[in-house]
């Protein structure tokens, strides 16, 4: 395990197909394939749901958030619409906390300051013999 690895990061060699409720299904996926020898997957690294947990558990506002769009039926795309909008704004508007960046920097600088680096969220329930979220994820080069 890389020595920085923590609750909240975990180092693509430290991934396998039992930390899916960790990694999601494409840090899951990266794992796997960083253990092939014969497949060369670069170095990198997952912010767990460890972190993400942690930022927004106690987040009342998100919280009421969330109950009021599981109330929300189901083919009421407006009020969902509205809804997840509400949810994405507060997200974006939180700060992360310090120990969670700590541990996000310091791996950042172990993989290397001048390197080029793609960022992916991941649902831990994404694609799934019954649901697909294709689409939903958003990508960062």
Do not use: W
Not at 20 to 34: I, M, Q, S, Y
Not at 88 to 101: D, T
Not at 136 to 141: F, G, I, M
């Amino acid at each position: 395990m890389n020595k920085y690895m923590s609750d909240y990061i975990l180092g693509f060699g430290d991934i396998d197909k039992t930390k899916l409720p960790l990694a999601g299904g494409k840090g899951t996926n990266l794992g796997e394939l960083f253990s092939m020898k014969e497949i060369q997957v670069p170095t990198g690294f997952c912010v767990t749901t460890g972190a993400y947990k942690e930022i927004v558990e106690n987040n009342e506002t998100f919280n009421v958030l969330l109950e009021h769009l599981s109330g929300v039926q189901a083919n009421n795309r407006k009020a969902i619409g509205e809804a997840a909008a509400k949810i994405r704004k507060l997200i974006e508007e939180i700060a992360i906390p310090s120990n969670i960046m700590k541990a996000i920097t310091r791996q950042l600088e172990e993989c290397g300051k001048n390197e080029a680096y793609a960022i992916r969220s991941s649902a831990t329930a994404e694609d799934l013999p019954t649901a697909s979220f294709a689409g939903q994820q958003d990508t960062y080069l």
